[in-house]
């Protein structure tokens, strides 16, 4: 019974049983509450507030028996609420649905009658459903014993350089960062193209901020760093430095300082900000900080010159960012687990950049050569063109110079939608 419009995350209040949130001024449930981790909430009172829908997930709550959701501004509810396996009480009223039978149901009957008709909502959906993918998969078969020559043309393709001996890049991986996170892979991605849309940057920012939460789960299995391949000198080494030794030029920062004071001062301002904020978690680089926990030494990659360039798995260096100019990405992939995890974070990463066109120019840049391209002729070919991305091999080596791994290589980016060509 408050004033209350936006109600922090409950995806980690995985022993919550009843949440009460009634006559606020909400308008969606709280972030989490679709979580498969809260498996002992039962019941959810959110009744008088302007919630105005809620998602299908509700139903994979396996505990949930009552859901009060009255005066609020649904318009329609999931018909997958009904497959919510113990749900005995709902109460919808005091809502507009734009089917009028529901509502009248809605008012008039119990929870079971109201249950029974999105039960007969979802089946028909799913029906129709079946009905459309099949006619989808009939046509799609019908299309490639047409003419599979087409859909060979299509395929995204990925081209894979072979490492050069004498031009190849290599980084040597030293005794010390072996009992700290002692797995890394790289690889180099060429002409790209980042500068051909105002999003296309950010969007690439945001996409190793995604796989940072997802397939590295918050950094805890692997870490991604990216950095302009122009800025670097060979030959690269994967190191541990002692934190007061380790200097570094922070991502966004002018003047270098060492791992033992960023991580100091990175530590005070984590401690501000839980004050000032009175909540015991953190956000951004501060709360990947327990990683480095009670090590002795902190891991990195130096150039040839003896930059620092990344400090994983907290920063990398300002002077290899990447900038809207890139044209050729240095990537790097370090784990503690094992070399499989770097490969999966990898392989992934690379796909993401491909779908999003990164390795691929914009149509009047390929008919930039053919002189003028009208714009109807120009919209048919970026229906039709395929996107690629070229990929550099980079070999890592033991401190005796033997190969230790390379990526990509035979066993990586396993994918039939994807075309792979190898360059030696």
């Known amino acids: 019974m408050n004033k209350i419009e936006i109600f922090p995350s409950i995806e980690k209040m995985t022993s919550v049983h009843i949440?009460?949130?009634?006559?606020?001024?909400?308008?969606?449930?709280?972030?989490?509450?679709?979580?498969?981790?809260?498996?002992?909430?039962?019941?959810?009172?959110?009744?008088?507030?302007?919630?105005?829908?809620?998602?299908?997930?509700?139903?994979?709550?396996?505990?949930?028996?009552?859901?009060?959701?009255?005066?609020?501004?649904?318009?329609?509810?999931?018909?997958?609420?009904?497959?919510?396996?113990?749900?005995?009480?709902?109460?919808?009223?005091?809502?507009?649905?734009?089917?009028?039978?529901?509502?009248?149901?809605?008012?008039?009957?119990?929870?079971?009658?109201?249950?029974?008709?999105?039960?007969?909502?979802?089946?028909?959906?799913q029906e129709a459903s079946g009905k459309k993918d099949k006619k989808q998969k009939d046509k799609k078969k019908k299309g490639k014993k047409a003419n599979k020559d087409v859909e060979e043309v299509v395929k995204d393709m990925i081209n894979i350089l072979h490492f050069k001996e004498d031009e190849g890049y290599t980084?040597?991986?030293?005794?010390?960062?072996?009992?700290?996170?002692?797995?890394?892979?790289?690889?180099?991605?060429?002409?790209?193209?980042?500068?051909?849309?105002?999003?296309?940057?950010?969007?690439?920012?945001?996409?190793?901020?995604?796989?940072?939460d997802e397939i590295c789960q918050k950094r805890q299995a692997a870490t991604i760093a990216t950095h302009d391949l122009k800025s670097i000198k060979k030959p690269i080494v994967y190191d541990a430095k002692f934190p007061h030794a380790l200097m570094i030029t922070p991502l966004f920062k002018q003047k270098e300082v060492s791992g033992e004071k960023l991580v100091t001062d990175l530590n005070r301002e984590a401690e501000e900000q839980r004050k000032e904020k009175k909540r015991n978690t953190v956000s951004g680089i501060h709360k990947y900080l327990d990683l480095l926990k009670d090590k002795v030494q902190y891991p990195c990659l130096v150039d040839g010159e003896g930059h620092v360039i990344s400090f994983p798995p907290i920063t990398n260096s300002d002077k290899t960012k990447i900038t809207k100019d890139t044209t050729d990405l240095f990537i790097e992939v370090t784990s503690h687990l094992n070399l499989d995890t770097c490969k999966k974070v990898m392989d992934e990463l690379l796909y993401r950049m491909l779908d999003m066109g990164l390795g691929t120019p914009k149509p009047e840049e390929e008919g930039a050569e053919g002189g003028a391209v009208d714009t109807e002729t120009q919209n048919e070919a970026s229906k039709r063109v395929q996107k690629t991305l070229i990929v550099e091999q980079v070999q890592i080596l033991d401190t005796e110079g033997n190969m230790k791994a390379v990526y990509p290589s035979r066993a990586d980016l396993p994918n039939e939608a994807i075309k792979i060509i190898r360059n030696k």
């Open 19 to 125: 949440l009460i949130i009634s006559n606020n001024s909400l308008t969606s449930l709280p972030d989490g509450i679709y979580s498969e981790e809260l498996s002992h909430l039962s019941q959810i009172q959110a009744s008088d507030n302007q919630i105005e829908e809620i998602q299908s997930e509700i139903s994979e709550l396996p505990h949930l028996n009552l859901l009060d959701l009255s005066n609020n501004k649904l318009s329609s509810v999931p018909a997958e609420l009904s497959a919510c396996p113990k749900l005995k009480e709902l109460n919808l009223k005091g809502n507009k649905f734009k089917d009028r039978r529901f509502g009248k149901l809605v008012e008039q009957c119990p929870t079971k009658s109201v249950l029974d008709y999105l039960a007969n909502v979802l089946k028909k959906e």
């Open 171 to 212: 980084v040597q991986v030293t005794p010390a960062v072996l009992s700290v996170r002692q797995y890394v892979l790289c690889c180099i991605v060429r002409q790209l193209y980042l500068k051909k849309s105002n999003m296309i940057y950010k969007h690439f920012i945001t996409l190793q901020t995604k796989l940072h």
